[in-house]
């Protein structure tokens, strides 16, 4: 757990957490930028050879997880080509309240997930908040 919290601390199941570099536009808004590889956490795959890499935590503000008796709710996918390390990932995603786990399949859906916080950053900007995700059905 994090000792400034008490919460777990989801960083702890990674050996590396990579962020696409995000720098905004000419109208200063964010935009998701091309990463070679596809996504930030493919690139620290292809920088870690052996190294199994699961990622998580994209969209939900750092901030956020950091204050304790802030109440944080939504969806947290967890993508990884080891379903084991996955699993671990989302069990640890869901032992925060308000938080469920969503299976995001092999990394290289990251991509996905990853050009999403560009948005939920345009969005929060916009209208002063801090949206999260929510998938409806699952």
């Known amino acids: 757990p994090c000792r400034r ?3 777990p ?16 536009n000419r109208r200063r808004l964010p935009r998701a930028l091309a990463v070679p ?9 292809s920088m870690l050879p052996g190294v199994s890499v699961t990622s998580a935590f994209h969209n939900l503000s750092a901030h956020d997880l950091l ?6 709710e939504g969806d947290i996918v967890v993508c990884g080509d080891n379903e ?16 469920r ?3 995001g399949g092999a990394l290289d859906n990251s991509r996905y997930v990853e050009d999403m916080t560009a948005l ?8 002063k908040t801090r949206s999260t995700i929510k998938f409806l059905g699952v």
């Open 37 to 45: 590889e596809g996504s930030a956490a493919e690139l620290a795959s």
């Open 67 to 72: 204050v304790p008796d802030h109440d944080i």
């Open 84 to 99: 084991s390390d996955r699993l671990d990932v989302m069990g640890l995603t869901e032992s925060i309240k308000n938080l």
């Open 101 to 103: 786990a969503i299976d």
């Open 9 to 24: 601390d989801p960083s702890a199941a990674f050996a590396i957490r990579a962020r696409p570099n995000r720098r905004p």
């Open 120 to 127: 939920l950053l345009h969005i929060n900007r916009r209208y």
């Open 5 to 7: 919290t008490g919460r």
